[in-house]
T-cell receptor, first 116, second 108 residues
Framework: DTGVSQNPRHKITKRGQNVTFRCDPI?????LYWYRQTLGQGPEFLTY????????KSRLLSDRFSAERPKGSFSTLEIQRTEQGDSAMYLC??????????????FGQGTRLTVV | GQSLEQPSEVTAVEGAIVQINCTYQ??????LSWYQQHDGGAPTFLSY????GLEETGRFSSFLSRSDSYGYLLLQELQMKDSASYFC?????????FGSGTRLQVQP
């Protein structure tokens, strides 16, 4: 399978614990995105990497959230001191730059986080 | 800021045609995209309009009018498997900003 892979698929954690999610993008894609999606809503942008550089972060991304993409390959998203409001589906997507500005993003299946 | 509005739900019968509208308020963007998401699944790309007008991809067509801040997705010859959520999204070259989605239910 050469699509975007995310692990784990599900994570249940107690409030206050730290969690880390991993995303393996499509290998030739230099752009990687993290989104968060809650029930009945569209994905909300969290952060964007071009190769290993984190070029954009949403104001939604509090200081408890950190993302890395060492060597421009896989990426990790860590949430420290989780809160119940962090419960959501965390989606990773990757893409290549298109001259038309078409950011056709290929999404992974997501990691569903439940904070209890 | 950017906001996109879509109807929350649409119901149609198999074989019919349905149009899902998207109105937006945003300043400067490259184009309008449409994504499909089945329950429990990942969003998948359907269509992109960089320019005003109609883009056709098989049973799906998408339209954009920048002067009206409006776009739509047209689904023809509806099939049961088209039951899903559909999101419009604007591209500013980097990340996408999504609408809240339209849940399409196709009935036999």
């Amino acid at each position: 399978d050469t699509g975007v892979s995310q692990n784990p698929r599900h994570k249940i954690t107690k409030r206050g614990q730290n969690v880390t999610f991993r995303c393996d993008p499509i290998s030739e894609h230099n752009r990687l995105y993290w989104y968060r999606q809650t029930l009945g809503q569209g994905p909300e942008f969290l952060t964007y990497f071009q190769n290993e550089a984190q070029l954009e972060k949403s104001r939604l991304l509090s200081d408890r959230f950190s993302a890395e993409r060492p060597k421009g390959s896989f990426s990790t998203l860590e949430i420290q001191r989780t809160e119940q409001g962090d419960s959501a589906m965390y989606l990773c997507a990757s893409s290549v730059r298109a001259e038309t500005g078409n950011t056709e993003a290929f999404f992974g299946q997501g990691t569903r986080l439940t904070v209890v | 800021g950017q906001s996109l509005e879509q109807p929350s739900e649409v119901t149609a019968v198999e074989g019919a045609i349905v149009q899902i509208n998207c109105t937006y308020q945003t300043s400067g963007f490259y184009g309008l995209s449409w994504y499909q998401q089945h329950d429990g699944g990942a969003p998948t790309f359907l269509s992109y309009n960089a320019l005003d007008g109609l883009e056709e991809t098989g049973r799906f067509s998408s339209f954009l009018s920048r002067s009206d801040s409006y776009g739509y997705l047209l689904l023809q010859e509806l099939q049961m498997k088209d039951s899903a959520s559909y999101f419009c999204a604007v591209s500013r070259g980097r990340a996408l900003t999504f609408g809240s989605g339209t849940r399409l239910q196709v009935q036999p």
